[in-house]
């Protein structure tokens, strides 16, 4: 079974512009997240979407946005980047609520 | 405000003996712990979690104890392997409403052949 794919797995953009990022959940898994690493600390927590719908938002400023299709796909959204937006960006899916999130190789953003 | 801390950022062991990661935590609403492996160019890769009911959860090598009072959880890996090199990162949740994974900082383990 394929994990958790991400595309793309890296991206230099320059500030300003907008950016696109995508995650395919593992088959059958219907919750996707996203999460920011920067370098030096652990995942920040961005979007939870279960069923199309958002479940959670993090502490990030209204230029992050997402959604999830009806195959559970989603795309995380970045406008008008900044340099301190830099960093792996990570999805990870789960089954249902409450059981064990896991999570693609993410993709590194550079915005320069 | 960091709600999950790993005070360690390094720690090295030799092969074959045991790795023990340390993780605490201040919201006391956490009721649910996972540990995650990192490698380099890598997602997290699960590891093992514990419910806030138990105290203990066994997985092969891995073993996590979780002591609430104390809000204070642990990774025990035995024996190391060089394998087992990669940063380790504690997360808690809250178990209902969002699956938002609360993430420490991370240690980075490496076992000396």
């Known amino acids: 079974d394929a994990g958790v794919t991400q595309s793309p797995t890296h991206l230099i953009k320059t500030r300003g512009q907008q950016v696109t990022l995508r995650c395919s959940p593992i088959s059958g898994h219907k919750s996707v997240s996203w999460y920011q690493q920067v370098l030096g600390q652990g995942p920040q927590f961005i979007f939870q979407?279960?069923?199309?719908?958002?479940?959670g938002r993090g502490n990030f400023p209204d230029r992050f946005s997402a959604r999830q299709f009806p195959n559970y796909s989603s795309e995380l959204n970045v406008n008008a980047l900044l340099l301190g937006d830099s960093a792996l960006y990570l999805c990870a899916s789960s089954s249902d609520t409450y059981t064990e999130a896991f999570f693609g190789q993410g993709t590194r953003l550079t915005v320069v | 405000d960091q709600q999950v801390k790993q005070n360690s950022p390094s720690l090295s062991v030799q092969e074959g003996r045991i790795s023990i990661l340390n993780c605490d935590y201040t919201?006391?609403?956490?009721?649910?712990f996972l540990w995650y492996k990192k490698y380099p160019a890598e997602g997290p890769t699960f590891l093992i979690s514990?419910?806030?009911?138990?105290d203990k959860n066994e997985d092969g090598r891995f073993t996590v104890f979780l002591n609430k009072s104390a809000k204070h959880l642990s990774l025990h890996i035995v024996p190391s392997q060089p394998g087992d090199s990669a940063v380790y990162f504690c997360?808690?949740?809250?178990?209902?409403?969002?699956?938002?994974?609360?993430f420490g900082t991370g240690t980075r383990l490496t076992i000396i052949p």
């Open positions: 979407y279960y069923e199309k719908e958002e479940r």
């Open positions: 919201n006391s609403m956490f009721d649910y």
């Open positions: 514990i419910s806030s009911i138990k």
């Open positions: 997360a808690a949740r809250v178990n209902f409403g969002n699956e938002k994974l609360t």
